[in-house]
C-alpha cells in the first residue's frame, strides 16, 4: 500500500487547524500511520528543502518551517501520493482552488499551510528522513472494506 508525507507547517499549527487538516484525510478514508508534534532543526530543514536549495526563498523557507512546531505525518492508501497533493492544492494559496486545504485556508505563497510529498521517490526519501521504522504503526483500519471494493 502506498504512504505519504505530510507536515502541517508551523502557521497551519497556529491557526489551529491541525484537527481540520487530519479530519479531511481521515475522512477520505486514508490511514494515518505515523504522527508527532515536533520542532524542526535547521539540519533536518534544510535537508527536507534540500532541492530549493539555490532558490532565493529557501532561507525564508528555512527560518519559517523552524520558526514553531510541525505536525509530522506519514499516511498510507491507494493513490494517496497525488491524492494528497490534490487535497492540498496548488502551491500559491491564491491559486489554489476552493476546497482545497491551500485554497480554502491560506493566501501567501510563503504561509501555505501544509506540506506534501510530490512522488512516491520524494515520498519515499521524506518518510525516512523524518520517521523512524518504529515510528510508524502498520494497522488495517477495520472499515477499510467499505473504503475499498
Ligand atoms: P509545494 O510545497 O507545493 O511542493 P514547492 O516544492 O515548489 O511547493 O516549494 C516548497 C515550498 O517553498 C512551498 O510550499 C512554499 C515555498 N515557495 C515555493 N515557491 C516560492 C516562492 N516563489 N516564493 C516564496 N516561497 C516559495
Ligand atoms: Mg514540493
Known amino acids: 500500500m502506498e504512504r505519504t ?27 494515518l500511520v505515523g504522527l ?4 524542526v532543526s535547521r539540519e533536518l530543514a534544510e535537508k527536507h528543502y534540500g ?15 523552524t520558526s514553531g512546531p ?3 505525518m506519514v499516511w498510507e492508501g491507494e493513490g494517496v501520493i497525488a491524492s494528497a497533493r490534490k487535497i492540498i492544492g496548488a502551491t500559491n494559496p491564491l491559486t489554489a482552488e476552493p476546497g482545497t486545504i491551500r485554497g480554502d485556508y491560506g493566501v501567501s505563497i510563503g504561509r501555505n ?3 506534501g510529498s510530490d512522488a512516491p521517490e520524494t515520498a519515499q526519501s521524506e518518510i525516512a528522513l ?13 472499515i477499510n472494506p467499505w473504503v475499498y471494493e
Open 51 to 65: 532541492v530549493h536549495k539555490e532558490k532565493p526563498f529557501f532561507p525564508g523557507l528555512v527560518e519559517f518551517i
Open 113 to 115: 499551510i501544509i506540506h
Open 36 to 39: 508527532k508534534l515536533m520542532n
Open 70 to 72: 510541525v505536525v509530522a
Open 5 to 31: 508525507f505530510l507536515a502541517i507547517k508551523p502557521d497551519g499549527v497556529q491557526r489551529g487547524l491541525i484537527g481540520e487538516i487530519i479530519r479531511r484525510y481521515e475522512a477520505k478514508g486514508f490511514t
Open 130 to 142: 523524518w520517521f523512524t521504522s518504529e515510528e510508524l504503526a502498520s494497522w488495517q483500519p477495520t
